[in-house]
């Protein structure tokens, strides 16, 4: 991987290629962020820049042999430690082909994907003491090619209480010329003392202009579409790329958002019930993308009224709703509703029956835009 391949984070590149010129590379590392931010990318570059024997000026040279075998997945010191399900497998390298796979398909990825990939049932994915004992094997061995070991550990969060701690013994007194990547999108998942011995490098949303040309480059999208879709990702290529692979795109999230405000401010109840079973016959990752994005059309609302139309990001026809629409949303009742679509996106993670939860979304939905 090379850090031109990473969309956006230019500063980070910057600050890590000095960080190897100057021969300053810190032993650990936390890269935190959304995976759709670029951690594991930009981890997989920053590894391959160590292993490089000719790097150029801004990036590895991508084309001496540790280069290739880092694009391969295959270099003898490079490690990777992720979280598996048990009954599959207890340690990373029982799934290494599938993680191999994956990263080769696409490196921008969430741990949905990844659990979806290796077991159908979805089991609860987590890394055991089993791991910690198999990277504590693998970093005493003496490097293959006298240079760096890295370890990247995808996910390290979900690392149990056992594993946390025989890791942390590895952190605290690492072997020569070890370099540990962790790579998490909840860097509050992991123990003070794990954080604690890490550099934290903070990924930040993608440049809006950074990711619609992306988006340009990859769909045939029009400009109009392809500024909604960048504003509602908020910087996650993740998100775009749902929304602009969806069959139905953005126009269907726009026309369901307007559906459930107009029916429930008018107190339709058997438009409120039909819109409800409508939803909740959608998939469930369909229905979390709609909740998301809903929360990100009041946000737009608020930012119209008190904040004015320039800072708006939206697409036309999104703009022509909340011009009318936003009236109705103001710090009455916008704390309600962020709370009301950010608890619903909380219980549809664990399984809430999805026809109860739409429906009282669009009661509660009823009660604030009639708010005093």
């Known amino acids: 991987m090379l850090f031109q391949n990473v969309i956006g ?37 920053f590894a391959q820049l160590l292993f490089c024997e000719k790097p150029t000026e801004n990036d590895s040279c991508g084309t001496c ?41 696409m490196p921008y990825f969430s741990s949905f994907d990844w659990i979806k990939r290796i077991d159908p049932k979805e089991g609860n994915p987590m890394i055991s003491v089993h791991e910690s004992l198999e990277i504590q094997r693998k970093l005493r061995l003496t490097s293959y090619q006298g240079g760096y070991k890295v370890m990247v550990i995808w996910m390290p969060e979900k690392m149990n209480s056992e594993c946390a701690n025989k890791i942390l013994k590895v952190l605290e007194e690492p072997p020569s010329k070890t370099v540990f990547i962790l790579v998490t999108a909840n860097a509050d998942g992991l123990i003070d003392t794990i954080k604690s011995r890490c550099q934290v490098v903070p990924l930040h949303r993608i ?30 290529l993740l998100r775009a790329m749902e929304i602009s692979e969806a069959q139905e795109g953005d126009e269907a999230l726009k026309d369901a958002f307007i559906t459930l405000m107009r029916s429930s401010y008018k107190k339709n109840v058997i438009e409120m019930m039909n819109w409800a079973d409508s939803m909740a016959k959608e998939g469930k990752e369909r229905q979390k993308i709609f909740l998301k994005y809903t929360l990100h059309m009041l946000r737009q609302c608020i930012v119209k009224n008190y904040m004015g139309n320039d800072l708006v990001q939206v697409s ?41 939860l739409f429906t009282l979304l669009c009661f509660q939905s009823m009660r604030y835009l009639h708010k005093k």
């Open 9 to 45: 984070q230019n500063d980070l590149k910057l600050k890590l290629l000095k960080e190897v010129k100057d021969q300053k590379v810190s032993h650990a590392q936390l890269f935190s962020g959304e995976p759709g931010y670029g951690t594991l990318p930009l981890a997989l570059a």
């Open 65 to 105: 042999s540790c280069c290739i075998q880092v694009k391969d997945l295959q270099h003898p010191d490079l490690h990777f430690s992720f979280p598996t399900v048990q009954g599959i497998s207890k340690i990373s390298d029982g799934l290494i082909s599938e993680w191999r796979e994956q990263i080769k398909e």
């Open 207 to 236: 440049k809006n202009d950074t990711l619609s040309r992306h988006l340009m480059n990859l769909y045939n999208i029009s400009e109009e579409k392809c500024k909604s879709i960048t504003a509602f990702s908020e910087g996650n």
């Open 316 to 356: 036309n026809e999104e703009a022509d709703f909340i011009s009318k629409f936003s009236p109705f949303i103001s710090g009455n009742n916008i704390r309600e509703f962020m709370k009301a679509f950010d608890e619903a996106f909380y219980q549809l993670e664990r399984n809430a029956n999805a026809k109860i």
